[in-house]
Every structure is written in C-alpha cells, then in structure tokens.
C-alpha cells in the first residue's frame, strides 16, 4: 500500500489542493492558476482576461522546433506590470494631493536582454519611462534605445572622464542624462569635464542614509555602503560645485537601501532621512527637482506577505503611498516645493514576466522487490525482515501511536547500521549488504503509509520522509537559468505545470546536467518558511515531465555563466492577440556548442580538424573503419550546430 492508497488519503485530489500545495493561490493569484485540465493557466493581463494553457503553449512550441528547457517571457505581463507600478504611484498621488509627479527608470543591469529592454521603452513611453545604467555599456544601451527627451537616464556606478564625457555630450544631443555622484573623486572629474566641453551635466548625488536595511542586502545601505557620500562629504560636494559655477545644476538626491525590501518599515524610516536631506540641499542653493528612492521595491516570492527575505509585508500601493505622502508632508512642511518622485524597480517591474520550463530526464527511484528469505540468512537481514513484519501488523488508528513509530524506526536504523557494520568487517556480502538496504528502505516506507498526513509529522519523523525522498534528474542548468539559487539560496516558485488533478505521491528535489554537486534545487517555499522536498508525481518514462520556475525575470538570465559549458535555453516572447489567442514576437535562439566553445576561445573548426586527423590515424592502424569514421565526424559536425541541452 502506498501513501496515495492510504484509506485517510483517499480525498479526490483537486486543483485547488495543488494551488494550495504550491502557494500559488498566494504568489500567483494575479498572472497564474491551474485549469480544468490540471494545467497551468497563465493570464498576461491579469485574472479578468483569457488564460493560456502553458502545457499546450509547450507542445505547440515544441512543434516550432522549441525544445526544453525553454524561457517564456510574457511581454503582456511585462507591460501589465508597468501599468500597476504607475497606477499604484497616481492613486497615491491624487489621494495625497501631490503637486509633483512620479517618473520610472528602468536598471539596465536588472535583465539587459535586447528585446527585454526595448519593450520596456516601447511599452514605457506613455509614462515618460526612462533607464538606470551602472557601466559605459549600459550607458551605451540607454543612449541608443532612449530617443523621447521627457525619459530620463539616471548614470550610476563607476565613471572615469569619458563616461561623464559622454553624458554631458548625450545631453547636447537632447538627453536627459542626470551623473549621479557615488565617490567624492567623481565630483573633480565633473568639474574637469564641464570647463573642457563649455558644457556640464545634470547632477545628482547619492546619499548614504543611516537608516537600517532589511532583507538579505541590508548591509548594503549605511556608512559602510559600497556607494554615496556621507553628510560631511555631501557638504563639501556643494562647496566645490558652488565654486566650480555647478551648483545650478545639482537637480537629483539619489538613496537605495537595498535589493528586496522586505520591510515597510525599513522603507519609512529612509524616505524620513533622505526628505530632510532633500530640503536641505534646497535650502543650501541648489535647485533640486528629482528624489529618486532608488530600488528595493520587493516581489513576494513565496505568497506569505511577511518581512522574511523571499517576501514583502507590504503591497504595491503600499509602497507607493509611503513614498509619496512621507516626501509630500517632509517638503511641505518646509515649505519646499516637492520634487518629481523617481524609483528604480527593475526587480518589481521584471520578475513575473519570465517563466522557466525544464522537462525531467529520470529519477533516481528503483522498485524495491524483496526476495523471500532463506535459511542462512545473516542476524542483521534476519532483524530487519522481522522488523518489518511488526511494522506491517501495527494497524492504522484514528489516533496514531507515535511511541510505536518511533520504536520500530530507531530498530530499523539500528539493524541497517549493524549490517553496514558487518560488512566494513568482511562478515557480510555484498548481495546481502543490499538486502539489508532494501529491507531498510520498505520499513521506511511502511511507518511512513502508516502517518495519514504527512504535514503533520513531528520533526523526528521528518527523517522518513527525507529517507524516501527521490532525486528527478532536470534538463537545465542551475548556474546558467538559475544562478541565484545557487550563490545567495534565492527562493523561486517551482512546481510541476501539469498533473495538477493528480496528488503527487513522491517527494524529491532536482539534480541538474552540470557535474557539480551544488547543481541542484533544494529548497522550496513552504507557507512562509522553506522545505528541502517538493511534492511531485511518478515519473513515466514515456510522458513528459515538464517542471515551472517562476518569477525569475530579474537578474537570473544576466548572472547566468557557463559552468560545464551550458549555454543559454532558447527563449520566445509572447503577446496575446484580440481573438484570445497568442503570437510569438521573438524567438531567441540559445547558445549552441559551437557558441559556447568560441566563447571560451576555442575554435570549433580547429577542433573537428584535429579529430579528423585523429580518425585518419585510426583508419590507417586498422582500428577504425572508414564508414564509422564518417558516423563520428557528422556527429560531431552536427552537435556543434545543435543546444548544449539534452533533448529526448
């Protein structure tokens, strides 16, 4: 009898108990729900219109030649979240008689995928939406995308003479490009530049604001941040500018306190300080006319609406309202006119739109067949298979009796390790070393069948759960599509996007095709808090698999690196059409072997040439045959052509 068929876990399985099972009744709710047929739905613009069946989004584009794994970006979603970050900053606006306005720029580095960012600045443009570059080559995207003189374009990072050089020249070419100052050194550098080209830049300072973080970057922000300048530094900084003639142009205060604000809180004390500072600098002579309250805005990973890392206790529209009444009451009260409000949410505005979808390869599951004992079996074998029988006479009551679970696991721990014990001596075979594991694992899973509800299970009895868990093999590669969850333990919704009728009766996590042991997913969202095991279905060797990760974006395709040279996953965009159907905007084809291999200097020619040279050696020693010799070589002519992937 297995778990399914325990006679207290007979229910019928809904979707509703996979949304529920999943969290995505709780991150979801807006973009994502599960279908009649037990799929995925995804709505592009929300839960009032038409959903597409993400399966058969799946099937069909795998009849396009769009194989798995596969990034699908939603650029519907993509705009729908443009619309709700505005909407939400103009209803606070009008509910805070705001007199100023609220303008968006969009960091480059967030995802600086071509088409990623041109729809941003197409969908943008109604909204004046502009961009935030932290390096010459971002700054280069923005001035070639950025082509409506009311967007801004915020400079961060780093900047020697000619990225300040070129900015100021952008500014000719009518740009708005406003040179944030991060490091006192960069203020000389402005100077220098400005009295060369008869011409100067916008302005902007940030600030390093004493206010706490939240989150897991909350050392990020402080006295000790990696950019701003501090009160004294912000001071000689007006000093310098008002000497150098400059100050007119110091229009921008720029503060960030950290990626994935989890805490509203954290939030208000900052736009307290960086208010202050704000009216100050009024007050000191320069113009003003921007606070921009940089990024931090959070997506609610795992659906629980609290301050943990992978969540938020805070909504949209509270965000903005805290931002616009704080900044609106600090300025009026000082009489000061308020600036027009700028944020920097490149994770808020890019997380829902990317989907990542990985078929399953195999799992490491094998049926456990116990032979019938015999005579001459060993003590250990013998303990186990009588350990076994009073497991399986214990009857399943409405009260469990934990005392008698606990008794028969820790003999079957005991027993297991008494045999391992026999065999590092030489007093146990190998065959008998494996019945010993066999017996082990159905006393494992007998006490287990014998718990109805396994999310009720006392911790010790979690190890149960652990000792049946399964390893599913995943067609992806964790540090090319999902390096967060690798460097910095990201949580990501991940949940099987079909089956969803179905009770999942296994629990596993994944391996992915990398050699690396830390190529894995194993950690998951559990109502707020984290579980090492996901609930999923039995693999049939015959049906595709196909796993979701959601919400990821933001940052994931661009921190990607080739580790076991994996590349890039094809990816499509997708736009819902007025009929209620779906058109493919762009197909981005992922990296290929040769791709990969130039990447790394290797040439692709060089290396066929080389092993052809090696087959005609073989030929001619007799070892190799000609006609084999040809197999090899197309081969390798066409996996040089083909994805870095594994397709079945």
Same mark, same amino acid.
């Given at each position: 009898?297995?778990?399914?068929?325990?006679?207290?876990?007979?229910?019928?399985?809904?979707?509703?108990?996979?949304?529920?099972? &999943?969290?995505?009744?709780?991150?979801?709710?807006?973009?994502?729900?599960?279908?009649?047929?037990?799929?995925?739905?995804?709505?592009?613009?929300?839960?009032?219109?038409?959903?597409?069946?993400?399966?058969?989004?799946?099937?069909?584009?795998?009849?396009?030649?769009?194989?798995?794994?596969?990034?699908?970006?939603?650029?519907?979603?993509?705009?729908?979240?443009?619309?709700?970050?505005?909407? %939400?900053?103009?209803?606070?606006?009008?509910?805070?008689? &705001?007199?100023?306005? $609220?303008?968006?720029?969009?960091?480059?580095?967030?995802?600086?995928?071509?088409?990623?960012?041109?729809?941003?600045?197409?969908?943008?443009?109604?909204?004046?939406?502009?961009?935030? /570059?932290?390096?010459?080559?971002?700054?280069?995207?923005?001035?070639?995308?950025?082509?409506?003189?009311? /967007?801004?374009?915020?400079?961060?990072?780093?900047?020697?003479?000619?990225?300040?050089?070129?900015?100021?020249?952008?500014?000719?070419?009518?740009?708005?490009?406003?040179?944030?100052?991060?490091?006192?050194?960069?203020?000389?550098?402005? #100077?220098?530049?400005?009295?060369?080209?008869?011409?100067?830049?916008?302005?902007?300072?940030?600030?390093?604001?004493?206010?706490?973080?939240?989150?897991?970057?909350?050392?990020?922000?402080?006295?000790?941040?990696?950019?701003?300048?501090?009160?004294?530094?912000? #001071?000689?900084?007006?000093?310098?500018?008002?000497?150098?003639?400059?100050?007119?142009?110091?229009?921008?205060?720029?503060?960030?306190?950290?990626?994935?604000?989890?805490?509203?809180?954290?939030?208000?004390?900052?736009?307290?300080? /960086?208010?202050?500072?704000?009216?100050?600098?009024?007050?000191?002579?320069?113009?003003?006319? $921007?606070?921009?309250?940089?990024?931090?805005?959070?997506?609610?990973?795992?659906?629980?609406?609290?301050?943990?890392?992978?969540?938020?206790?805070?909504?949209?529209?509270?965000?903005?309202?805290?931002?616009?009444?704080? #900044?609106?009451?600090?300025?009026?009260?000082?009489?000061?006119?308020?600036?027009?409000?700028?944020?920097?949410?490149?994770?808020?505005?890019?997380?829902?739109?990317?989907?990542?979808?990985?078929?399953?390869?195999?799992?490491?599951?094998?049926?456990?067949?116990?032979?019938? %004992?015999?005579?001459?079996?060993?003590?250990?074998?013998?303990?186990?298979?009588?350990?076994?029988?009073?497991?399986?006479?214990?009857?399943?009551?409405?009260?469990?009796? $934990?005392?008698?679970?606990?008794?028969?696991?820790?003999?079957?721990?005991?027993?297991?390790?008494?045999?391992?014990?026999? !065999?590092?001596?030489?007093?146990?075979?190998?065959?008998?070393?494996?019945?010993?594991?066999?017996?082990?694992?159905?006393?494992?899973?007998?006490?287990?069948?014998?718990?109805?509800?396994?999310?009720?299970?006392?911790?010790? !009895?979690?190890?149960?759960?652990?000792?049946?868990?399964?390893?599913?093999?995943?067609?992806?590669?964790?540090?090319?599509? /999902?390096?967060?969850?690798?460097?910095?333990?990201?949580?990501?919704?991940?949940?099987? #996007?079909?089956?969803?009728?179905?009770?999942?009766?296994?629990?596993?996590?994944?391996?992915?095709?990398?050699?690396?042991?830390?190529?894995?997913?194993?950690? !998951?969202?559990?109502?707020?808090?984290?579980?090492?095991?996901?609930?999923?279905?039995?693999?049939?060797?015959?049906?595709?698999?196909?796993?979701?990760?959601?919400?990821?974006?933001?940052?994931?395709?661009?921190?990607?690196?080739?580790?076991?040279?994996?590349?890039?996953?094809?990816?499509?965009?997708?736009?819902?059409?007025?009929?209620?159907? $779906?058109?493919?905007?762009?197909?981005?084809?992922?990296?290929?072997?040769?791709?990969?291999?130039?990447?790394?200097?290797?040439?692709?020619?060089?290396?066929?040439?080389?092993?052809?040279?090696?087959?005609?050696?073989?030929?001619?020693?007799?070892?190799?045959?000609?006609?084999?010799?040809?197999?090899?070589?197309?081969?390798?002519?066409?996996?040089?052509?083909?994805?870095?992937?594994?397709?079945?």
């Amino acid at each position: 009898m297995t778990f399914a068929d325990h006679p207290q876990n007979q229910k019928k399985w809904s979707a509703i108990d996979s949304s529920t099972l &999943y969290g995505l009744d709780r991150w979801g709710t807006r973009y994502f729900s599960i279908n009649s047929y037990g799929n995925i739905s995804v709505s592009p613009k929300g839960p009032t219109e038409h959903g597409l069946d993400l399966m058969d989004l799946v099937k069909e584009l795998e009849g396009r030649n769009l194989m798995l794994p596969l990034l699908i970006r939603f650029d519907d979603i993509l705009e729908d979240r443009l619309i709700s970050l505005h909407m %939400a900053f103009k209803n606070s606006i009008d509910e805070y008689n &705001y007199k100023g306005e $609220y303008q968006g720029v969009f960091p480059i580095k967030c995802n600086q995928k071509r088409h990623v960012v041109e729809e941003l600045i197409s969908c943008g443009r109604h909204w004046n939406l502009g961009l935030e /570059a932290g390096s010459k080559a971002e700054l280069l995207i923005a001035l070639s995308l950025i082509d409506n003189d009311k /967007a801004l374009l915020v400079c961060n990072g780093y900047k020697d003479e000619r990225y300040i050089e070129t900015a100021i020249l952008a500014r000719q070419l009518g740009r708005q490009p406003i040179v944030v100052i991060e490091q006192t050194d960069e203020v000389d550098r402005i #100077i220098k530049a400005s009295q060369e080209l008869g011409s100067a830049p916008i302005i902007g300072i940030r600030a390093k604001l004493s206010s706490k973080g939240s989150g897991r970057w909350k050392s990020t922000i402080g006295e000790k941040s990696k950019f701003g300048l501090t009160i004294p530094e912000i #001071i000689q900084t007006i000093e310098k500018l008002k000497k150098h003639q400059l100050l007119n142009e110091l229009k921008l205060l720029h503060f960030h306190i950290g990626s994935q604000v989890s805490d509203i809180a954290i939030l208000k004390d900052a736009l307290q300080e /960086a208010g202050q500072i704000y009216v100050a600098l009024n007050k000191l002579g320069a113009p003003m006319g $921007y606070l921009d309250v940089g990024g931090g805005l959070g997506v609610d990973y795992d659906g629980s609406s609290t301050n943990n890392e992978a969540s938020t206790n805070y909504s949209l529209q509270n965000y903005a309202n805290d931002v616009v009444a704080t #900044i609106g009451e600090c300025c009026e009260s000082n009489n000061i006119k308020v600036p027009t409000l700028v944020s920097e949410s490149g994770r808020a505005i890019a997380s829902h739109f990317s989907i990542l979808l990985f078929n399953i390869l195999g799992t490491s599951e094998n049926k456990n067949e116990i032979p019938k %004992a015999t005579k001459d079996e060993c003590l250990p074998v013998r303990n186990l298979r009588e350990t076994l029988k009073n497991i399986q006479k214990l009857k399943v009551l409405s009260k469990i009796d $934990y005392s008698k679970i606990q008794e028969a696991w820790n003999d079957a721990i005991k027993f297991k390790e008494d045999a391992l014990n026999a !065999f590092r001596l030489g007093y146990l075979t190998l065959p008998e070393r494996a019945l010993a594991e066999q017996l082990t694992l159905a006393c494992t899973e007998s006490l287990f069948n014998l718990i109805p509800n396994n999310e009720l299970l006392p911790e010790e !009895f979690k190890k149960l759960q652990s000792a049946l868990s399964i390893t599913y093999y995943a067609n992806l590669s964790v540090f090319r599509s /999902a390096p967060d969850t690798w460097a910095i333990n990201q949580l990501f919704p991940i949940m099987p #996007i079909h089956r969803l009728n179905e009770k999942p009766t296994k629990f596993g996590h994944f391996a992915d095709l990398t050699c690396d042991s830390d190529g894995k997913l194993s950690q !998951f969202i559990n109502h707020g808090g984290t579980k090492s095991l996901l609930e999923l279905h039995e693999f049939k060797a015959n049906e595709n698999y196909v796993i979701g990760m959601f919400l990821i974006g933001a940052y994931q395709e661009v921190m990607g690196n080739l580790h076991n040279l994996f590349g890039s996953t094809n990816a499509v965009h997708i736009r819902l059409t007025e009929n209620g159907n $779906y058109k493919i905007d762009h197909v981005v084809r992922g990296n290929s072997k040769s791709d990969v291999l130039m990447a790394m200097e290797h040439d692709p020619k060089l290396l066929l040439e080389r092993l052809r040279i090696a087959s005609e050696v073989a030929i001619q020693k007799g070892s190799l045959k000609i006609s084999d010799a040809q197999r090899l070589m197309d081969h390798l002519e066409n996996s040089l052509r083909q994805s870095t992937y594994l397709h079945q």
